[in-house]
């Protein structure tokens, strides 16, 4: 990505014809790099009077319109001579077209249905007094966050996007639109504009995607539809433009947008459009002009990541927010066009599976949402309650405590930053450490590459291998991720069952699906880089003292969610190690290599993290397993056996109450296995719950 400076005349030209040949042009003084940087004007007053009459003055050169704030004046070309000419004056900051071009494809999926979009059908949750909860908040732990009063009362955010559906009541208030319900039921005492900075005379949504984005950063908690991040957070929509994916977005419109919202007291920004090619000064000027009191954040980019994160997001002043899975790693769906981006300028994520926002109808009936936008809504929305719970903070302190409370804290990611961001952890509550014990389930993912260290029944064939099972790092998630935490070589099954694993602890790793433990051995090449190779080996969990691996956790004490660690291979002192671009179609099933490293360096972080992985819960009479009925996010969902079919709501963890109790946690909604009605009787109910602390979720094995 790169502005326009180096571009010839011929392709400038060529892109300015796209734009009916109007530009933007910032004016500077002769003696100066630049007109105006971060928020200060480099040229007075008698030097912008004579740039702007020299300019208006030349042949060719037609004035459409100049702020009045910026040095910057767009103006129509009537030749590439007149164009050429006006680039190598000695007062032009710079040229740029003036209008952003449309991208592959459009952010108004569906926008033919009655509804506004594509009818969402997926999973739900419900929230007091009704509203439907999107379960991608429970990733986030936003609920969590409103019950220690975070709702984002008193702060202002503004999306600036497609406007909103005229019908959709929910972002209205009453004063504005009969019916309106944006102050209605918990979210009294706040209040909503609408802004259309567009020449289009309708001010309001034709696409559906700015109202998706609003309904999720802040719709009403009124029991009626569904429920917005910041539910009391004042509202500022921007029309900048019909549709931010095919159309062009015009740079005044954004520019124009920003600094009205700016006007009208907003602190958050949010900006799901953007270019993946270009950078615009025009934009990036005012984005500046704002940063000292506003919190922008940006969609990283969605189908369109060639160039990797999308402008604006890229800027650093900008929070580049990026769409998540919910193993929390980047994320792809099945069709084709269904990803988002990644990279080194991504800052923070939010889980995007099965998101839903407004449509068209006030009731219950939501559309799909979804790719790098939903992210933004949903991180724009957390934003406002840190910011409620701290009014007095800038916003570089609002932003620092977005990464501080993310999966990766402790350090930024290359693919998706700091990662999921912790709603609750954000604004003062602080994230359950999850604490790895023998014989544990869990998963480990590489720090710098976000990959699952991974087995598969398929054996190394490269020159010089053993011919033992190959261990890769895995770009997707399965179960053959997971690995049982067990004692040294030598040592019985119930060896420390239940204890934390320490630093310096000597542990094996069994391979849960195949019954291998992670294994390296000397004299044996890694496929790619002919280093140590590291495979799987054994049978049913039983191997050699070359499975024993040393933990060297950073810091020390006890092996804890997010914090990093190094495997020591015990017999040859080689570190567990992994490297971005190294795979082989054959040699490692086309993913990522797994070596042993005999050096030191970052290739060898790990983390455990989010909490032991769920694993099923079998009846030995049937071979059945604990399963929620119907894939329930709700209190009093029924628990039966069936069929293993991976499903999340199959998976459980064993949470240790310090008692010789546990809590039974099922995976896809945190709830926990609960005898109904606290009954003691034979042939009481088994439900989820929410945990509440009673003696009927507390389990002995």
Not at 68 to 81: E, G, I, L, Y
Not at 234 to 262: C, M, P, W, Y
Not at 489 to 514: A, M, S, Y
Request: net charge negative.
């Amino acid at each position: 990505m790169s502005d326009f400076v180096e571009v010839s005349d011929t392709e400038m030209w060529r892109r300015l014809q796209a734009s009916d040949q109007r530009a933007v042009i910032g004016l500077k003084a002769p003696d100066r790099e630049r007109g105006i940087w971060n928020d200060k004007v480099l040229l007075d007053a008698a030097q912008l009077n004579k740039a702007r009459a020299a300019l208006v003055a030349h042949e060719g050169v037609e004035l459409l319109a100049e702020d009045d704030v910026r040095p910057v004046v767009t103006v129509r070309f009537q030749s590439a001579d007149a164009m050429e000419a006006v680039r190598r004056l000695p007062f032009v900051d710079y040229l740029e077209p003036a209008s952003i071009p449309g991208q592959l494809t459009s952010g108004c999926k569906g926008i033919e249905n009655p509804a506004g979009g594509v009818p969402y059908s997926g999973p739900t949750d419900e929230v007091t007094p009704g509203d439907l909860l999107p379960v991608i908040y429970n990733y986030s732990r936003i609920k969590e966050a409103w019950d220690r009063g975070a709702t984002g009362a008193g702060i202002t955010v503004a999306v600036l996007d497609t406007g909103v559906f005229r019908d959709q009541l929910q972002l209205f208030a009453e004063a504005d639109k009969p019916g309106g319900r944006f102050t209605a039921g918990m979210s009294t005492g706040r209040s909503v504009v609408h802004i259309n900075v567009t020449d289009d005379p309708d001010p309001w949504d034709k696409c559906n995607h700015g109202t998706r984005m609003a309904s999720v950063v802040a719709n009403p908690r009124d029991g009626s539809n569904m429920v917005g991040v910041a539910w009391k957070a004042n509202l500022i929509t921007v029309k900048v433009g019909n549709d931010i994916g095919v159309d062009h977005v015009e740079t005044n419109f954004v520019a124009s947008g920003i600094r009205q919202a700016r006007a009208r007291g907003a602190r958050i920004i949010a900006m799901a459009f953007g270019t993946g090619s270009w950078s615009y000064r025009n934009i990036e000027d005012e984005i500046r002009l704002g940063t000292n009191t506003v919190l922008f954040v940006g969609a990283a980019g969605t189908t369109y990541c060639l160039e990797g994160v999308v402008f604006p997001a890229k800027m650093p002043e900008v929070v580049a927010a990026t769409g998540l899975d919910p193993a929390g790693k980047l994320y792809k769906g099945e069709a084709w066009d269904d990803f988002v981006c990644g990279g080194l300028e991504v800052d923070v994520g939010a889980v995007i599976t099965n998101a839903f926002a407004a449509g068209r109808y006030p009731t219950r009936q939501m559309i799909t949402f979804g790719g790098s936008s939903a992210a933004t809504a949903v991180v724009a929305g957390i934003a406002a309650l840190v910011w409620s719970q701290n009014p007095t903070w800038s916003p570089q302190q609002v932003r620092d405590r977005l990464y501080w409370a993310a999966a990766y804290s402790a350090q930024k990611n290359a693919v998706i930053g700091y990662g999921l961001v912790d709603a609750y952890k954000a604004v003062g509550g602080s994230r359950p450490t999850k604490t790895v014990r023998y014989r544990n389930i869990i998963k480990m993912r590489h720090l710098l590459t976000t990959n699952t260290l991974h087995s598969h029944a398929l054996n190394y064939v490269h020159p010089g291998t053993s011919g033992q099972q190959q261990v890769t790092a895995f770009a997707g998630s399965d179960d053959n991720d997971l690995w049982r935490v067990k004692g040294p070589d030598g040592q019985p099954e119930n060896f420390k069952v239940g204890e934390p694993v320490q630093n310096g602890d000597t542990i094996r790793l069994e391979h849960v699906l195949t019954g291998k433990n992670l294994h390296s051995h000397g004299g044996f090449p890694s496929p790619v880089t002919r280093q140590q190779e590291v495979t799987c080996y054994g049978d049913n969990g039983i191997g050699d003292a070359n499975d024993n691996w040393r933990i060297e956790i950073e810091g020390g004490g006890t092996w804890d969610s997010g914090t990093r660690l190094r495997l020591i291979h015990v017999l040859t002192n080689h570190a567990l190690h992994s490297h971005p671009g190294k795979s082989h179609p054959d040699w490692t099933a086309g993913q990522q290599e797994v070596t042993g490293f005999a050096g030191r360096d970052f290739n060898d972080w790990w983390l455990f993290e989010g909490g032991v992985v769920g694993s099923p819960i079998r009846a030995k009479h049937s071979g059945k397993v604990l399963d929620v009925a119907g894939i329930s996010m709700a209190n009093g969902a029924d628990i039966q056996q069936w069929d293993y079919l991976g499903g999340h709501n199959q998976k459980w963890t064993l949470d240790p109450l310090g008692d010789g109790y546990y809590k039974i946690v099922a995976k896809h909604s945190g709830k926990v296995l609960d005898v109904r009605s606290v009954s003691t009787a034979n042939g009481a109910r088994i439900q989820q719950w929410d945990y509440l602390g009673g003696d009927n979720q507390r389990w002995r094995l």
